[in-house]
């Protein structure tokens, strides 16, 4: 866990600049299990962000709805408010340092995955949420991921997706056959 503190008593929390001191170049922030588990506010994964930005790492914003949340059509809200929350105080010039990661969390280590329309449609209100906040450019520039059950199933549909940058992948990573399948997904190509 990425504490936005730089010493103190934070057991089991790591500093951003004690991973950096080793190397550690990227950190997940905001990913679902520690907002719920670990009751991880908007406000908390912002501070997160921001420190690994001053720390001059990168981070992956994590985001994504319930399934009650999603039954209830209120995907695009709860992912602008993550995202807004989430970026709060990063600067244009430090979005070059920052994916986004789409997890929907009823997708989560549940074998269920959302369709490739589905995700594409949330990756597009993504997309156009940090078009508002930072401008066209930015928006096409930054990396916006699938994460939720990826398979070697599933990679193919989902990442023929416009708006769908790769995946951020759990569960299928520990099987080297099924995450070596995912990490050379080949694009269709398409012929003119």
Same mark, same amino acid.
């Given at each position: ?22 190397? @550690?170049?990227?950190?997940?922030? $905001? ?5 719920? *588990?670990?009751?991880?506010? &908007? #406000? !908390?994964?912002?501070?997160?962000? @921001?420190?690994?930005?001053?720390? $001059? ?5 994590? *985001?994504?709805?319930?399934? &009650? #949340? !999603? ?22 010039? &430090? ?6 990661a789409y ?59 416009s708006d ?29």
């Amino acid at each position: 866990m990425i504490t936005p503190e730089e010493s103190g008593a934070f057991t089991g929390g790591i500093s951003a600049s004690m991973l950096d001191s080793i190397g @550690v170049s990227w950190a997940l922030a $905001g990913h679902s299990e520690r907002r719920t *588990i670990n009751n991880e506010t &908007d #406000e !908390y994964i912002n501070a997160q962000c @921001v420190k690994l930005i001053e720390e $001059g790492m990168n981070v992956m914003l994590c *985001i994504g709805e319930t399934e &009650d #949340e !999603y039954e209830k059509n209120l995907v695009g809200n709860v992912c602008e408010i993550q995202l807004k929350k989430g970026l709060a105080g990063i600067s244009a010039d &430090d979005m070059d340092r920052v994916a986004i990661a789409y997890e929907p969390v009823w997708a989560i280590g549940t074998g269920k995955v959302a369709t490739p329309e589905t995700a594409q449609q949330v990756h597009a209100i993504c997309r156009d949420i940090v078009k508002d906040m930072y401008g066209a450019k930015i928006a096409d520039d930054t990396r916006i991921l699938y994460g939720g059950s990826v398979s070697p199933e599933s990679v193919d549909g989902l990442l023929a997706q416009s708006d769908i940058d790769g995946a951020l992948v759990g569960g299928a990573s520990l099987d080297a056959e099924k995450f070596g399948r995912i990490i050379n997904f080949q694009p269709a190509v398409v012929q003119v």
